[in-house]
């Protein structure tokens, strides 16, 4: 009896083609038309800001007269001139206040499990789970806190206050250092269809979960959506220059991703601890909990 031969795998990796949109223009399309719009306003910058490079080449020499002119103008702008001609080409669209269809029963919203990272966040975790705790979301929410080895009252404070808002949750302890030690830990014991985490000192806007998962469970030009964001606002600017910095960009932001389960990762841009080391994730900031000040949400992406 000759042994059975085992079917051969799908290779992993690779690229696969998405199937084309039902309307509207292919994103690889606008991609395109922004980042051409993008490189012909570098270039005209550059050309305009000849007479300034010259005075800068007799003054300092030639390649400073290219190197400062780069950081305080043409680099900058690239940034910001992407960022404008992308929301050109693009449409927002208010999302429904119904319930998303999905892998749940129609007509209710999805269960979410709420994942907050911590690492000695004593002073701040009860100001989150407090703001966590008035979401004014329609459906069931579970609130998991990735302990990674905190030493202070993390633990007891984010018990007392979940048990004073009656929330559904639960602590995870993860003693190796690193914030996606702590989250991926955390994610194993997720059951909900999908899944938000948010730094321990994120204040969430009422509707923001709302927002959310109404995004990330939509299908515009019926596509699938693989990730989703949300605005970050710093409240305390003046605290100090890296506070100061994300205040006047307002570069942070909240991810979501999708594969067996959609997770959703909201994230702000802090100073790490030096204590933390790791390998980052998709969506999140490696090396553990960091600080520059407290951020709140903006009501959606």
């Known amino acids: 009896m000759a042994p059975a031969i085992a079917p051969e795998r799908a290779p992993l990796g690779g690229l696969t083609r998405r199937p084309r949109p039902r309307g509207g223009g292919r994103p690889a399309a606008r991609f395109a038309i922004a980042a051409a719009l993008t490189i012909a306003y570098a270039a005209f910058s550059i050309h305009v800001s000849t007479p300034w490079r010259a005075e800068l080449r007799d003054a300092i020499g030639p390649v400073m007269a290219w190197v ?3 950081l305080l103008a043409y680099v900058p702008g690239l940034l910001v001139g992407f960022l404008v001609f992308t929301l050109l ?12 269809p999905g ?3 129609d007509g209710q919203w999805p269960g979410v499990t ?3 990272a911590a690492w000695n966040e004593e002073a701040g975790i009860g100001a989150t789970l407090d703001r966590i705790g008035l ?3 329609a459906g069931p929410i579970e609130v998991v806190l990735a302990d990674n080895n905190s030493t202070d009252r993390t633990a007891e404070v984010a018990r007392e206050t979940a048990q004073r808002h009656g929330m559904d949750y639960r602590r995870v302890f993860e003693p190796a250092p690193g914030k996606h030690r702590a989250l991926n830990t955390a994610l194993e014991g997720v059951s909900t269809p999908l899944v938000v985490t948010v730094d321990a000192d994120t ?3 009422p509707q923001a979960l709302t927002y959310l998962i109404a995004r990330v469970a939509t299908r515009p030009q019926d596509q699938h959506v693989s990730a989703c964001a949300g605005a970050l606002v710093v409240e305390n600017t003046s605290a100090n220059l890296l506070s100061r910095m994300q205040g006047g960009t307002s570069a942070s932001g909240s991810t979501a991703s999708s594969g067996c389960r959609r997770p959703t990762t909201a994230r702000s841009s802090r100073r790490e601890r030096s204590r933390r080391t790791g390998q980052p994730t ?10 520059s000040g407290r951020t709140s949400s903006s009501p959606g992406p």
């Open 68 to 70: 400062i002119p780069a």
């Open 89 to 100: 080409t693009l449409r927002y669209r208010v999302p429904s206040p119904e319930p998303p």
């Open 103 to 105: 892998p749940w029963p």
């Open 114 to 116: 709420v994942v907050v």
């Open 135 to 137: 979401l004014a979301y």
């Open 203 to 205: 204040l969430l806007h």
């Open 282 to 291: 998709s969506g999140t900031w490696a090396g553990g909990p960091m600080r």
